[in-house]
DNA sequence: TAGATGTTTAGACAAATATCTAATTATATC
DNA sequence: GATATAATTAGATATTTGTCTAAACATCTA
């Protein structure tokens, strides 16, 4: 849940989840979209990867970065307990 | 979103929130429930009210927290932008 | 095998963060 | 008014974080 949090308080890494919704991409894609060098893009990938909220394919040179929602899930999990007449860890 | 997704990134702050579930608090019964000085307490509760996740409600000398839902959905809404069939922001 | 390309690692540094103690402010009560 | 209680503000400090450049590693192709 730590990293989770940790990997989503950052504007940069929210913007890169959001370009993988709508395909995975390389690496050197997603940096394009951003004016930071890629080691700072590679860095935040690798934060997103700890947390699990993407996972990492090395084809050849090249290393695809993938969408991955199932810790997303945990989060929502996380919010509903929060949500009236839920009793969830009540 | 920075505020909110910052708030969120420290146990403490969350154990604020979940203890907030239950029922309204003041700042010391709070701060009872942890092993943080109050100022370190206080200073948590700051973020959490610039995060719109609480409000404040002084009463003579006690300061009573209370969770405040409303931000939540936001965040909440942003998750299902990452649902599969969910078009949001597309 | 050499050079080009894609990516990550290493190391440095400024800025942000979480914590503390001491001091201050605000309110209640004697 | 003086003192006690609740809470916050101020200032200090160690740690974490985001960024950079330079270097290294990995793979492809001529």
Same mark, same amino acid.
């Given at each position: 849940m730590n990293a989770l949090f940790k990997a989503l308080n950052d504007p940069t890494r929210r913007a890169i989840l959001e370009l993988l919704r709508q395909q995975p991409r390389t690496a050197g894609e997603i940096a394009e979209? *951003? $004016? *930071?060098s890629k080691p700072t893009i590679s860095h935040h990938l690798d934060l997103l990867r700890q947390a699990e909220l993407v996972t990492s394919d090395k084809q050849g040179q090249f290393v695809t970065y993938t969408l991955n929602m199932t810790v997303m899930d945990e989060l929502l999990g996380w919010l509903l $307990? *929060?949500?009236?007449g839920n009793d969830t860890n009540a």
């Open positions: 979209h *951003f $004016q *930071f $307990q *929060f949500k009236p």
